[in-house]
């Protein structure tokens, strides 16, 4: 079983449907969050960091952050959506950047810098759809587990 470093859970401010996770150092990233977000793609890959695209426009996400020795095990749960990626991190740490925010208070500390796998698997997208479309804002609607590990 592989073992788990750390793990934290957050919450993120979403707007316009979209969050992204950014190499801490910002003079690291060539294109950072919000330039070339693409409408529509769930997980999207750029260089030293990665976009999410939300079911939901406005609202407060859960995101769980764990961080591990090796690749973990694949979770049982029912994804609506899910993928994977390759996250390069010059610091060691990772921040939250949101539409409206830009970077959010959150950091992640990966524990050293190097390259890294990167695992989404997110629930209810189309339950904060409605609720964001008839009620208003959603807080913890829409959930995310994000999985880290050292890329062998």
Do not use: N
Not at 111 to 129: F, I, Q, S, Y
Request: glycine share 10%; net charge negative.
């Amino acid at each position: 079983m592989p073992e788990l470093l750390h793990q934290e859970l957050l919450d993120v401010e979403v707007a316009f449907r979209g969050f992204g996770f950014q190499e801490s150092d910002d003079s690291a990233v060539p294109v950072p969050f919000g330039d070339g977000y693409e409408w529509g793609v769930f997980l999207q890959e750029h260089e030293r960091r990665f976009d999410l695209f939300s079911g939901g426009h406005t609202h407060t996400a859960s995101v769980q952050v764990r961080v591990w020795a090796s690749e973990p095990p694949a979770t049982e749960s029912e994804w609506e959506e899910r993928g994977e990626v390759d996250f390069e991190s010059t610091t060691g740490d990772v921040a939250v950047w949101t539409m409206t925010l830009g970077r959010s208070d959150h950091l992640i500390r990966l524990g050293r810098p190097g390259w890294w796998r990167v695992r989404v698997g997110c629930t209810g997208r189309d339950e904060v759809a409605r609720v964001t479309q008839t009620e208003g804002v959603a807080y913890g609607v829409e959930k995310y587990v994000i999985d880290f590990w050292p890329k062998a």
